[in-house]
C-alpha cells in the first residue's frame, strides 16, 4: 500500500483536490432548479471533480515510456 501511494502520489493528489473543489462548486454556484446534471447533486459534482483532478494530475506526469519495437 505504501509503494502504492509512492508511485501515484500526484494522481491521488489531482483526485483528492478535484474532489473538493468540486463540492465547494456544487456548495457555492450549484444549480438553483435541481435540473443540471453535474451540479444539481453535491455526489455528481464531487465525483466529476475529482474525475478531471486525476486527468489534471496526469499532464504533470515526468516519466517517459520507452517504445520497445
Do not use: E, R
Not at 500500500?1 to 474532489?19: D, E, R, S, V
Not at 444539481?40 to 466529476?48: E, G, H, I, V, W
Amino acid at each position: 500500500m505504501k509503494k502504492f501511494i509512492q508511485n501515484h502520489k500526484l494522481a491521488l493528489i489531482g483526485t483528492f483536490l478535484g474532489g473538493i473543489a468540486g463540492y465547494f462548486y456544487w456548495q457555492q454556484i450549484g444549480c438553483s432548479t435541481g435540473t443540471c446534471p453535474l451540479t444539481s447533486k453535491p455526489l455528481n459534482s464531487t465525483l466529476y471533480f475529482a474525475f478531471l483532478g486525476y486527468i489534471f494530475s496526469g499532464f504533470f506526469n515526468n516519466k517517459k515510456t520507452v517504445n520497445s519495437d
